[in-house]
């Protein structure tokens, strides 16, 4: 009897042991994983090259514990809405200070979390084959009022330059066709919209064929890999400063004393605000994350060559974090730390 007694002490000691153990781990498994039990919606535009950069806040949302349905697309205006609304979690690509008036129209700050900057720096504007450009002496924006400069980039025979432009809906739309009303370009230039991607694809074929091209771009992006500023194409200027809404008064000029017309642009995270303020181990990851505009381009080229399906680009971000390991960590650290 005396050793069926001691076993089962022993058993009720190993079970109280086991729930002591059990109670112990809870706490910092929940701080390990912060968001286990949140789905979390994210959002991106119809450009597939900012897909990288959403997949990374994914990976890292994951690690956190929060599970991540797919990306659903939505142009910028509307996807702000939706982030406002709570229909969509985050989205990665807010250029801020082109997206401006998307965010205020949205509900600015009152609806929407954005803190901390994704990518910094990047540039837009407008480029002409360097060939044109010496031959003609072509540098600024304003040249094309002249319709024999404007003809030299028409390639539908109307006599007018063909840009090649902004995808309807974005805010790159909005500023080009203030540019035309502003520098008086509406007789001699043709903003050409639709898919970006099919529309830049035309225009380096046609760059490759000799022809002369004028078009409208931003970094970090892949096109200039392809058509290197400087080597292929030039970068033009513009008379002067004069952006739409909330920006009317801003100058675009750069530290250097160039101005194409927009200004430079970070890349930042924007998130429903409701949501960041329940969960700050993900409103923490927001506004900590940083790639730099050489990442992305290097990503983005990739894509170009062929790597462009969705398991190529998870590789492509796998590999950079890799890469940046202690970085990532890092990040997850301070996220993990705000939840506490």
Known sequence: MTHVTDLKTLRGLATTAGLALALASAP??????????VTVVPLKSSIAEETFQTVLVMKALEELGYTVEPIKELEYAAAHVAIANG???FLADHWDPLHIDFFNQAGGEDKIYREGVYAPQGLQGYLIDKKTADEHGITNLGQLKDPEIAA???NNGDGKADLSGCTPGWGCEKVIEHHLDAYELRDTVTHNQGSYSAIIADTITRYEQGESILYYTWTPYWI????VPGEDVVWLNVPFSSLPGAREDVDTSLPDGSNYGFQANDQRIVANRAFAEANPAAAKLFAVMQISSNDISAQNLKMREGEDSEADIARHADAWIAAHQDTWNAWLDEARAAAE
Do not use: I, N
Request: proline share 5%.
């Open 28 to 37: 910092a498994l929940a701080a390990d994983m912060p968001g286990e039990g």
């Open 87 to 89: 229909d969509g979690t």
């Open 152 to 154: 030299l980039f028409d």
């Open 224 to 227: 200039s890999g392809v058509l």
